[in-house]
């Protein structure tokens, strides 16, 4: 089975902006979840989608947002970006909400 | 809130040395236990995982963990070390019951020498 792919692997913007990240889970995965990576905060929860539906989010500001379409593909979308939003972005996939979860490449983002 | 620690931050040992690593958690209830490994230019890798049954779990590459409940400890073990250990691992904990939310250790650094 193919793995998680993430696109696009970089990206660069500059403050104000906004971005849009895309996730494609393992086939037959229906939970997607997304974390940020940055070397001072380390691995931390953004949200998770099962079933179309957002089932947990994690303690980041609205700016930060995401959906999950019915092919269990999920988009992450942040506006407004500020300086602190640079950060490898992860997305993981899951078959449901009780198993491991297996990550992809992440896309790094700077926000300049 | 829960939280994870990993006591080391930084590892060095040599080729063939044993290897632990310490990784406790903070939540009075049931969890699921993870270790994840990144190794250098590759994206994370599950090593082993723990959902219950024996406390004593084995990984792939020759890792394994266990899992000592009033401790609230889940380390991370390797009897000898190669070169290609050199990576970060992450320990993390998930709340049993449906939730994805994968709460991560701050990691430890691993480098071994040949």
């Known amino acids: 089975k193919a793995g998680v792919t993430q696109t696009p692997r970089y990206l660069i913007k500059t403050r104000g902006q906004q971005v849009t990240l895309s996730c494609s889970p393992i086939s037959g995965h229906r939970s997607v979840s997304w974390y940020q990576q940055t070397p001072g905060q380390g691995l931390q929860f953004l949200f998770e989608y099962f079933s179309e539906t957002q089932r947990n989010k994690g303690n980041f500001p609205g700016r930060f947002s995401g959906r999950q379409f019915s092919n269990s593909r999920s988009e992450m979308n942040v506006s407004t970006l500020e300086l602190g939003d640079s950060a490898l972005y992860l997305c993981a996939s899951s078959p449901d909400r009780a198993s491991e979860q297996f990550f992809g490449p992440g896309t790094r983002l700077t926000v300049l | 809130a829960q939280s994870v620690s990993q006591h080391n931050h930084h590892v060095i040992l040599s080729e063939a040395a044993s290897l632990e690593l310490g990784c406790n958690y903070s939540y009075g209830g049931t969890v699921n236990l993870f270790w994840y490994v990144q190794y250098p230019g590759q994206h994370l890798q599950l090593l082993l995982k723990?959902?219950?049954?024996?406390?004593l779990v084995k990984g792939i590459k020759g890792f394994e963990a266990e899992f000592i409940k009033s401790k609230f400890s889940f380390n991370l073990r390797k009897p000898s070390v190669q070169w290609s250990d050199t990576a970060e691992y992450f320990c993390a904990v998930t709340i049993s019951g449906g939730y994805n939310k994968l709460i991560f250790g701050a990691g430890t650094r691993l480098a071994v020498h040949p």
């Open positions: 723990y959902f219950s049954g024996d406390p």
